[in-house]
Structures are given as structure tokens and as C-alpha cells.
């Protein structure tokens, strides 16, 4: 198997650096991002670090509502949500998380944490992916969630 160029592990990593800031990326790509940093750290080295601070988006999409409301965790206060995915972070990560919902164009945001690996909404164990609190009472994102449980 060859080695990857650190040439190209660099001009990736600083794409998904960037959008990480900005737009968002997807849990996934959260993922590779902190996979290309550790690939780096091996490949230079004695450099100085790289610029890895700063603000971390995930941006999630969804088809509905009915999936934004299948996703809430009641056994939160305030409520948490739960996102479907293969990898999650480890417990006690922080990150912003950006939902768009397909059907109405809607975008809520939210700062969250990590506080679960695969125990869905519903206590099931069958699902991949990660529990998130909100770590600040405001957010666009919990008032949805809010009104999504209420209504």
C-alpha cells in the first residue's frame, strides 16, 4: 500500500479546515478532518501545530420535520437530540451544529455536546450515532426542538 502524499493530506486537511468554520461539515467529514490531523502531526514532526482552534460546524440535513422531531431525546433537560451517524466524537466534545430541513428551508443552529454513543431517542441501542445536549440555553436550534416536543 503506498503512503499518502502529506502534500495532499495538508491541502485537504485545510479545505475542511476552512468550511469547518464557516458553512459546516458533515459528521463525517468531522471526522476526517481529525484523521487528517493526527495523519499530519505523524508526518512533519517537531512543526509547529496546526491551526486546529476556533469554532467547529457540523452541519447536519434533514428531509422534514418528522425526522428533526423523531430525532429528540426526552430524557433531557432541555431537550437533546440525537444525529444519526457511523462516528461519533467522544464523549464531553463541543461543537456548533447547524440543521437544515430539505422540506421547508429552514436553518436552526445550536452549540451542543456529546454526551452518548448509539442510544437513540427511544433508549434503542440499534442506532449509530451520537446523544448531543445543548451546552447554551439560547439557540435557535433548542427553541425548535421546544416547539417540535410541545407541538
Not at 471526522?31 to 469554532?55: E, I, K, S
Not at 454513543?117 to 445536549?133: E, I, K, Q, W, Y
Amino acid at each position: 500500500m503506498t503512503r499518502p502524499d502529506p502534500q495532499e493530506l495538508l491541502r485537504e486537511f485545510a479545505a475542511l479546515n476552512r468550511r469547518r468554520r464557516d458553512e459546516g461539515i458533515s459528521p463525517l467529514e468531522l471526522q476526517r478532518w481529525q484523521d487528517l490531523h493526527r495523519q499530519l502531526q505523524r508526518a512533519f514532526p517537531g512543526r509547529p501545530p496546526l491551526a486546529t482552534g476556533g469554532r467547529v460546524r457540523v452541519r447536519i440535513e434533514l428531509n422534514g420535520e418528522e425526522e428533526l422531531r423523531d430525532s429528540i431525546m426526552t430524557n433531557m433537560r432541555p431537550v437533546g437530540l440525537f444525529v444519526h451517524t457511523p462516528f461519533a466524537p467522544e464523549a464531553g466534545y463541543r461543537f456548533s451544529l447547524r440543521v437544515f430541513v430539505k422540506a421547508s428551508g429552514e436553518t436552526w443552529d445550536g452549540d451542543v455536546e456529546v454526551v452518548s454513543h448509539n442510544v437513540g431517542p427511544d433508549f434503542s441501542t440499534a442506532s449509530l450515532g451520537m446523544g448531543l445536549r445543548f451546552t447554551k440555553s439560547e439557540s435557535t436550534l433548542a427553541a425548535a426542538l421546544e416547539r417540535l416536543q410541545a407541538g
